[in-house]
C-alpha cells in the first residue's frame, strides 16, 4: 500500500510538471485574447462618439470660417524671365495716388480749389484679420480688410466678400440718387467717395498704372465700303495691346449725348467711365483711327505722378505760339480725380451743346491760330484752356513728345521696312532677344529690348526714328466716313494703315510661334522656326 501510494504521488508530482507549461500558455491565449477585444472595443468606441458628435452651425460658432475672396485670391505671379523690368517689381509695393484734399470745386467759374502741390499718397497696407476667435461684429469687419497678398489688379475674385452688417458703412456714391453720369451735373468730393469705394472694395486697390482704355466709333454702319472692317482691325489691334499690359478696354458705339456728335463725343464717355471705374487710375482715350504699333512699350506712368492730364505735344507750340496744331487730342490719358471730372466739365463747356457754341467759336478762331477751317473742335477748345487758364489747368498737364504717344502716320509709314530690318540686326546679334517667351511676359521681354536699343541707337529726334513709334494715328484719313483730306489720296490711307496694322500683327504673333514676313500682305502668315531670326524659315 505504501509503495502504490508512493508511485501515485510520483505520477501526480509528474503530471503537474508537464501540464503547469500547458496552462500557462492558455493562461496568455486568453489574455491576449481579452486584451485585443479591449482594444478594438476602446477603437469603435471613439469612432462611434466621434460620428455621432453633432457639427456646430456657424451661428454657433464663435470663431467665423475665413471669407471666400481671402482663400480664393491669387497672388500676383512674378516673372521669371531675366527681362523683368523695374516696374513690374515696384507695382508690388506702390499704394493709389488720390488726392487726399476732399475740396472741391463747388463754383466752375472761380478758380480751382484742387491742390497744386503732389497728391498725397494714401496707404493701402491691408490689415490683419485675426483667426482666432472673434464677436459677430468683428466678422462682419473682415469681409472689408484686405488680404496680405498682392492681387493681381487683373483678376477679380469670384465670390467677392458679404457686406458689412452696418449699411451706413457699406454705402458707396452709387447710393446717392443726386449722382448724375452726365456732363450736365457736376460731382463734388470725388476724391473722397472714390477713397471710399476703394476701401469697401480692397482687391481692386487702385495702382499708378491700372489703366482703363476707352475708345469707339459711330452707331451706324460706315458710309466707306472697306470701313466696317478697318474699324474691326482698329478695334483687334487695340485689344490685342490691353490684353498683353492687363489694362481693361471699354469699346462704345453710343451717342451719350445728342448734341456732342464726332469729336465732341468723347467727353462725356470719358465722363461716365470715371464713374463707371473707380478703381481706375487712368482713363486713356485713344481716336478710332489710331493703331499702337510698338505692342511691348508701356507708358511711364511714374514719370506723370504729379500730373492729372497727359497729352502728346509741345510747350512752345501751345503756350507761345498758341497753335492749334501744338497738341492732339485724339490721345490723351486723364487722371481719374475730381480735378479730372472738374477739367472735363470746363472742356465741355466749349462744345456744341451750349448755346454759346457760335461766339466761342469766333472767339477760340480769333485766338487759336494753324486752325485750318472755320469749325471749333475739341483740340482748339483745349489749346484754349490751357493757354487762357495756365495756373488752374496747365500746372497739372504733361505735354509729351519724348515717344511717340501720337506719331503723325504720313511720317511713319515709309520707315516701317527700315526698323523690321533693324529689329532683326539686332535679335541675329543677341541671342537673348531671340528667347521664345510667353504672351504674359512681353513687357518684360520689352524691357530687355530697350536695354540692347540704348546700346545701339542713342535717345534723340533723329535716333527715335529708327525705334517703333508707339501710336501711329492716321488723322485726316476717316477709315470710317471716307472722307478724306484733300491732302492725302485714300489709296495712300487705306496701303499705310495697312501696313501699321500688320506691322503691330507681326509683334502680336511672334509669342504664338507665327509672324507676317510681308506687312503689305494681310495674307502672309508663317511659322516661325526656333532660335529666329538667327535661323531663317524654309
Known amino acids: 500500500m505504501a509503495k502504490g501510494s508512493q508511485q501515485r504521488a510520483q505520477v501526480d508530482a509528474v503530471d503537474k510538471s508537464l ?24 477603437f469603435l468606441y471613439f469612432a462611434l462618439y466621434s460620428s455621432l458628435t453633432p457639427i456646430p452651425f456657424p451661428d454657433s460658432d464663435p470663431s467665423p470660417p475665413l471669407t471666400s475672396h481671402l482663400s480664393t485670391q491669387p497672388e500676383t505671379p512674378l516673372p521669371n524671365h531675366p527681362s ?8 508690388q509695393n506702390q499704394s493709389p495716388s488720390i488726392p487726399t484734399n476732399a475740396s472741391t470745386t463747388q463754383n466752375q467759374t472761380s478758380s480751382s480749389s484742387y491742390d497744386d502741390d503732389h497728391p498725397p499718397i494714401v496707404s493701402t497696407k491691408p490689415e490683419t484679420t485675426p483667426l482666432l476667435k472673434s464677436s459677430s461684429r468683428s466678422s462682419s469687419r473682415r469681409g472689408n480688410s484686405s488680404s496680405k497678398r498682392r492681387r493681381d489688379p487683373r483678376k477679380v475674385p469670384s465670390d467677392p466678400p458679404p457686406p458689412s452688417d452696418d ?53 451706324g454702319r460706315c458710309s466707306n465700303p472697306t470701313g466696317d472692317h478697318l474699324l474691326l482691325l482698329f478695334y483687334k489691334n487695340k485689344a490685342d495691346y490691353c490684353r498683353i499690359h492687363g489694362f481693361d478696354l471699354f469699346y462704345n458705339t453710343a451717342l451719350l449725348h445728342p448734341s456732342m456728335p464726332g469729336c465732341w463725343a468723347k467727353l462725356p464717355l470719358v465722363r461716365a467711365a470715371m464713374v463707371a471705374h473707380p478703381e481706375a487710375e487712368w482713363i486713356w482715350w485713344i481716336d478710332e483711327d489710331a ?26 507750340m501751345v503756350y507761345e505760339q498758341r497753335n ?16 479730372g471730372l472738374d477739367f472735363l466739365d470746363s472742356w465741355a463747356r466749349l462744345g456744341p451743346q451750349t448755346p454759346n457754341y457760335r461766339k466761342w467759336t469766333k472767339l477760340l478762331l480769333s485766338e487759336i491760330s494753324g486752325k485750318d477751317n472755320d469749325d471749333s473742335d475739341d483740340q482748339l477748345a483745349l489749346v484754349h484752356l490751357l493757354v487762357k487758364d495756365t495756373k488752374r489747368w496747365g500746372n497739372k498737364v504733361y505735354l509729351e513728345n519724348s515717344y511717340d504717344l501720337h506719331g503723325y502716320w504720313v511720317a511713319i509709314i515709309g520707315r516701317l521696312d527700315n526698323i523690321t530690318e533693324r529689329y532683326k540686326m539686332l535679335e541675329k546679334k543677341e ?81 504664338y510661334g507665327f509672324g507676317r514676313p510681308d506687312i503689305n500682305n494681310i495674307s502672309s502668315v508663317r511659322e516661325l522656326p526656333f532660335d529666329y531670326p538667327a535661323s531663317p524659315p524654309a
Open 19 to 42: 501540464l503547469r507549461p500547458v496552462r500557462l500558455s492558455l493562461l496568455a491565449d486568453r489574455l491576449l485574447f481579452f486584451g485585443c477585444g479591449a482594444a478594438v472595443a476602446l
Open 291 to 316: 493703331a499702337f504699333t510698338d505692342m511691348e512699350f508701356r507708358p511711364p506712368f511714374d514719370r506723370y505722378s504729379a500730373h492729372n492730364l497727359v497729352i502728346p505735344g509741345y510747350p512752345s
Open 431 to 511: 541671342e537673348e532677344l531671340r528667347r521664345r517667351h510667353a504672351e504674359k511676359d512681353t513687357v518684360g521681354f520689352g524691357g530687355t529690348r530697350v536695354r540692347y536699343l540704348d546700346q545701339e541707337v542713342w535717345v534723340g529726334p533723329e535716333e527715335r526714328k529708327k525705334r517703333r513709334p508707339f501710336v501711329t494715328h492716321f488723322t485726316g484719313c476717316q477709315p470710317c466716313g471716307g472722307g478724306h483730306n484733300p491732302a492725302y489720296t485714300w489709296e495712300s490711307c487705306s496701303e499705310g494703315m495697312h501696313r501699321a496694322l500688320n506691322f503691330a500683327d507681326d509683334q502680336v504673333l511672334r509669342p
Open 324 to 339: 492749334w496744331i501744338g497738341l492732339n487730342a485724339g490721345v490723351f490719358l486723364i487722371r481719374n480725380s475730381q480735378w
Open 84 to 91: 523683368t523690368i523695374s516696374h513690374l517689381s515696384a507695382q
Open 167 to 219: 449699411p451706413q458703412n457699406s454705402s458707396t456714391f452709387y447710393d446717392d440718387p443726386d449722382l448724375s453720369y452726365t456732363l450736365d451735373r457736376s460731382i463734388s468730393g470725388w476724391d473722397a467717395k472714390r477713397r471710399q469705394w476703394l476701401r469697401l472694395h480692397p482687391w481692386f486697390s487702385a495702382t499708378p498704372d491700372r489703366v482703363l482704355m476707352v475708345t469707339g466709333s459711330k452707331p
